[in-house]
């Protein structure tokens, strides 16, 4: 149980900072890089020191991308300010600025109709209704999508899930953007089980099939394999290049074990 104590060192800061820092409103990931900045300059009395982004890493346990952007936003708040290499706290907080104010009441604004009348011949009359949107409503697109990946299966959300891991662990840039980060990762795995669903349901292709295949686009040294392991970065190419991918892992079966393989059977 944790039983933290001054003698084993404290920070001094002022009562006046606390309370603008009451004052201020922070993002979860300011929050946290701020508080580590602190750390690293009050708590050495200083009022500025270079602060490594895999120091700032490992006290906040954020990704680097988040910390750099964390940073970012501080400094432009000005309640941090940088010289050379070094980063500390601005003490005038009267400097500071305030997130941007978001909007809590939307206006909705309601579809104009327009009904025209276009005679078409002497006894005829077409009536012709054209819906007017003066705003595009997100609220039906983001239904479609719930709607979408309430359709996939557990063993689709597994594929997906699979297919990010293996890009977390053999790319970089997936792996600076999802890896620790279980939320994030589970929205992109939510959006990618909405393809696999589609290439099972649509294409007709067995959910051990796919994830016979994701297996072998991480596991082959085959030139195809590693050429498609470049370009395959989503469930949405993996759909897209299925058929490709098959011919490429059949002819592998072909060249290495001298016979013939049919991937659907």
């Known amino acids: 149980m944790p039983n933290p104590k ?7 800061i002022a009562d006046e900072l606390l309370e603008a820092f009451a004052m201020i409103n922070l993002s979860p990931y300011e929050s946290r890089v701020l508080w580590c900045i602190l750390r690293k300059t009050y708590g050495y009395n200083k009022k500025q020191d270079w602060i490594s982004n895999s120091q700032m890493i490992k006290e906040t346990g954020l990704l680097k991308g988040s910390v750099s952007k964390a940073k970012r936003k501080l ?3 000005n309640i941090v300010t940088q ?13 500071w ?7 809590t ?16 011949s002497d006894t005829h009359i077409e009536t012709k209704v054209s819906i007017q949107r003066d705003t595009i409503d ?14 996939a299966t557990e063993a689709d959300r597994e594929i997906g899930k699979e297919l990010l891991v293996q890009l977390i662990n053999t790319n970089e840039g997936f792996k600076a953007k999802y890896f620790g980060d279980d939320v994030v990762m589970k929205r992109k795995v939510d959006n990618w089980s ?25 596991t082959s040294k085959h030139k195809d394999a590693l050429f498609w392991r470049g370009n395959i970065q989503s469930a949405k190419k993996l759909r ?8 490429a892992m059949e002819r592998e079966y072909e060249e290495e074990k001298g016979g013939n393989i049919t991937f659907i059977s």
């Open 6 to 12: 001054l003698k084993n060192g404290y920070t001094m």
């Open 75 to 77: 400094l432009g708040r």
């Open 83 to 95: 010289t050379g290499n070094k980063i500390g706290l601005n003490k005038d907080y009267k400097r």
């Open 97 to 103: 600025k305030e997130l941007p104010k978001q909007v």
């Open 105 to 120: 009441n939307q206006k909705v604004t309601r579809m104009k109709t327009r009904v025209t009348q276009t005679e078409t």
């Open 138 to 151: 997100n609220k039906q697109k983001i239904l479609i999508q719930k709607r979408s990946v309430a359709k």
């Open 194 to 218: 909405v393809d696999i669903e589609k290439l099972r349901r649509i294409d007709n292709m067995p959910a051990e099939k796919i994830s016979m295949m994701v297996e072998w686009l991480f």
């Open 240 to 247: 897209e290049h299925f058929p490709k991918l098959i011919s």
